[in-house]
């Protein structure tokens, strides 16, 4: 029988909660109407969907009209950059961002440039962190959109965003935020962050796959376009009907990451540091990103003198990623790092571990000690 593996991938998907879980099966059991339909069955689910839209808002400090439901951060992103810059494209069409951004901001920005936007990307300094003034300087008469994630994906770092939203204020710039991986790990609230528009995702918290939400300011409430039409569903915004049991499994999810947001952050951070305590002494290891600017879940760390797929292939036994998980199978080195200033090998062999809520001592212990067996036997391997 082989040995259990040991799950520290909570950045790609955290594994759905129990609690979560039963609160879908018993939404599907008890409310299975379509939530538009004015029948009893239909009502059910709509009620189950405004209590979740509920919870989902007070994660964040929100006011509950100002969550529309979408099927994961990266539709909400998209809406929420397709839709802004289009919606604006008369008062300006600059944009900007930074090169480190996850792909479900890049890749919309891309599509933007193809239909005669500019869009500038920014390049953080070697610890991930973009200096805000460097951002403001920038911004021009014409910038209508920036758009920056609280805390990175792959290695972590939190941004500054309330200086960043000072700039955009300065500039009549809205402000994107995508916080698929703050929301429930770091405490936030949308009044201080400032910011226009917000993305966040259910299974990053432990909830289900396939569901995430738009958080969009109220007053003033920016101009989008949406990206589909019919139906009407959330305020026009995303049309279709809405996957009731998802939501009502979003809401739940935020729930129990909100009821823990005063204990959870600092359990997640002691086991990320003990991790990397273990790690740090091993000769050729390199902690990427802020020593200190970082979220408590995620750890990345460069191994030189070894070749990247070698090591992961040395650690059946370890669920981790080398970087974004929506970018893994490309084969690529992270163009995070590489912005970073981290050269191809080091890049290549790169381990992202994350942490969450199932995560124990244990694991990480010996997760660390499966790291340093496979380096000791790859090097030994490797020519002088």
């Known amino acids: 029988m082989s040995d259990p593996v040991i799950y520290l991938d909570h950045a790609a998907t955290a594994p759905i909660d129990p609690r979560v879980r039963a ?3 018993e939404s599907l059991a008890a409310a299975p109407g379509n939530p538009s339909s004015g029948h009893p069955g239909g009502r059910a689910a709509r009620e189950r969907i405004e209590a979740a839209r509920a919870e989902v808002a007070a994660l964040i400090g929100a006011p509950a009209a100002a969550i529309v ?3 994961g951060a990266t539709e909400a992103d998209n809406l929420a950059i397709l839709g802004a810059a289009r919606a604006n494209a008369a008062r300006g069409r600059h944009l900007v961002s930074l090169r480190t951004e996850h792909r479900a901001v890049l890749d919309p920005l891309a599509r933007l440039a193809r239909e005669g936007f500019r869009v500038t990307l920014l390049t953080p300094a070697a610890d991930g962190l973009i200096d805000p003034a460097a951002l403001e300087r920038a911004l021009e008469p014409g910038t209508t959109l920036v758009s920056v994630m609280l805390v990175n994906n792959e290695i972590g770092v939190v941004q500054d965003l309330a200086a960043i939203a000072a700039a955009c204020r300065r500039a009549g710039a809205l402000l994107h935020v995508d916080a698929a991986q703050a929301a429930g790990r770091v405490p936030f609230e949308v009044g201080a962050l400032d910011a226009d528009l ?3 995702a259910a299974h990053k918290v432990h909830g289900p796959v396939g569901v995430g939400a738009l958080y969009v300011r109220r007053a003033p409430r920016p101009a989008l376009e949406p990206l589909a039409y019919g139906g009407g569903q959330e305020g026009g915004l995303r049309p279709g009907t809405l996957a009731a049991h998802q939501i009502v499994g979003m809401g739940r999810a935020y729930a129990l990451a909100r ?8 359990r997640l951070a002691g ?6 305590a273990a790690l740090a002494p091993l000769p050729d290891v390199h902690l990427n990103g802020h020593p200190e600017a970082r979220a408590p879940h995620i750890l990345s760390v460069s191994f030189g003198g070894v070749d990247g797929e070698a090591l992961r292939c040395e650690l059946p036994q370890l669920a981790v990623s ?7 199978g490309h084969g690529e080195p992270s163009y995070v790092l590489r912005a970073l200033g981290r050269d191809d090998a080091l890049a290549q062999a790169t381990l992202r571990f ?4 199932q995560t124990t001592v244990a694991d990480v212990d010996a997760a660390a000690v499966g790291v340093r067996r496979a380096l000791e036997r790859l090097r030994a391997l490797a020519p002088a």
């Open 23 to 25: 609160a879908m099966d």
């Open 69 to 71: 439901f979408t099927s």
């Open 271 to 276: 086991l990320r540091d003990r991790l990397w």
């Open 259 to 266: 009821a823990a947001l005063h204990e959870e952050p600092a």
């Open 354 to 357: 994350s942490v969450g809520r």
């Open 198 to 200: 917000v993305s966040l």
């Open 322 to 328: 080398s970087g974004s998980a929506c970018a893994s």
